[in-house]
């Protein structure tokens, strides 16, 4: 099975699947981060910026493990028509949390997963921690 950096430079529509998860992940990351950050400087505590990432990366872990966990999406994977579905029964709260444990960790383990997921030679489309909750993530069919 190809890679999916093979996929990114031969395939349009796998392209397009991969800026539509960067827009969910984008939009989720605003629905966090902004009131987060919000609450840390109206408060005024210090160090802001130190804060503000930190906190905002356990919101975000704890949003979508939550989100995914109970409904299979979030706003962001809502809105652009996706869902996240087990590979093995149903979707649990414990492979909501794995798959959601690079977003705690943000600006390091999230790149790091998605670059180490597009190399392996399983499903392209998922993250590495896809492949050990044994999820992956589908475009929603329309009812």
């Not at 505590?45 to 704890?62: K, M, N, T, Y």
């Not at 995914?68 to 869902?83: A, C, H, P, V």
């Not at 597009?118 to 993530?137: E, I, M």
Request: proline share 5%; aromatic share 12%; charged share 20%.
């Amino acid at each position: 099975m190809p890679t999916g950096y093979d996929l990114i430079e031969h395939n349009h529509d796998f392209r397009i699947h991969l800026l539509k998860r960067l827009a969910a992940a984008l939009i989720d990351a605003a629905v966090v981060f902004l009131p987060v950050t919000l609450i840390i400087y109206i408060a005024g505590l210090e160090p802001q910026d130190l804060l503000a990432g930190v906190f905002s990366g356990f919101a975000w872990f704890i949003y979508s493990a939550v989100s995914e966990s109970l409904t299979g999406t979030s706003l962001g994977k809502k809105m652009l028509g996706f869902i996240v579905v087990s590979k093995d029964g149903p979707m649990t709260f414990s492979k909501g949390i794995v798959r959601s444990v690079p977003k705690m960790f943000w600006f390091i383990f999230l790149p790091v997963d998605v670059l180490v997921g597009l190399s392996r030679d399983d499903d392209p489309r998922q993250r590495w921690v896809d492949g050990v909750a044994g999820t992956t993530v589908l475009r929603e069919l329309i009812k």
